[in-house]
């Protein structure tokens, strides 16, 4: 006949063991990792929604960018670059933009404020200049350069931007305009 008194003495001291390592003890709950935490300041002026643009887009975190738009945003593309499909709206547009997220690129933006000013209640900068730059290696780039005109309209206190106009300005094939890359978001592949 076996004895089963040592396996369960075994078991006992095994509970104990554990229990008295904290294994069981309550700890605080751990926040899931949704990727790079990026500020976002409210933007009180259409100035900060463009510098809110720039964090966003260099830490290539989408609901960010997507919290910069007015719900009726549109973007209007060049003619030259989309002869037949030249406006997107708001849910187009943020596809695109998260698969030119997906890449691992190091990615820097910079804007060249050129003039702006206010159509009633809105707010405009016209001929905004773009440098955006994803680094995908040491001697690998794309490099995408354009203007555009940003409408931004007062939304319950936030500057959002309602409608976004790309002008490609580079004849070179190598530079794309923010609107190419939009249409050929895998273009770092």
């Keep these: 006949m076996v004895n089963a008194r040592p396996s369960v003495v ?10 008295g390592c904290g294994l069981f003890d309550l700890r605080e709950p ?13 933007p009180t002026e259409p100035r900060i929604a463009l510098e809110n643009l720039k964090a966003t887009t260099e830490a290539r975190v989408v609901t960010n960018f997507d919290r910069s738009l007015t719900a009726d945003y549109i973007f209007r593309f ?3 670059e989309a002869p037949s499909d030249t406006v997107w709206n708001k849910d187009r547009d943020i596809q695109a933009i998260t698969a030119m997220f997906r890449n691992e690129a190091k990615v820097t933006l910079n804007w060249a404020v050129t003039d702006s000013g206010n159509i009633e209640d809105d707010f405009f900068y016209r001929n905004l200049g773009y440098r955006l730059v994803f680094r995908l290696g040491v001697a690998d780039s794309v490099v995408i ?21 790309d002008v490609k300005v580079s004849g070179d094939p190598d530079v794309y305009s923010w609107g190419y890359a939009r249409l050929n978001p895998n273009f770092g592949s």
Aim: proline share 9%; charged share 15%; aromatic share 14%.
């Design 10 to 19: 075994l078991v006992c001291l095994s509970l104990v063991v554990c229990a």
């Design 30 to 42: 751990e926040n899931p990792d949704s990727g790079p935490q990026v500020p976002f300041e409210i």
């Design 78 to 80: 060049d003619p030259f």
């Design 145 to 165: 350069i354009g203007k555009c005109t940003m409408y931004f309209r007062l939304d319950q206190q936030q500057w959002l931007i309602y409608r976004w106009a």
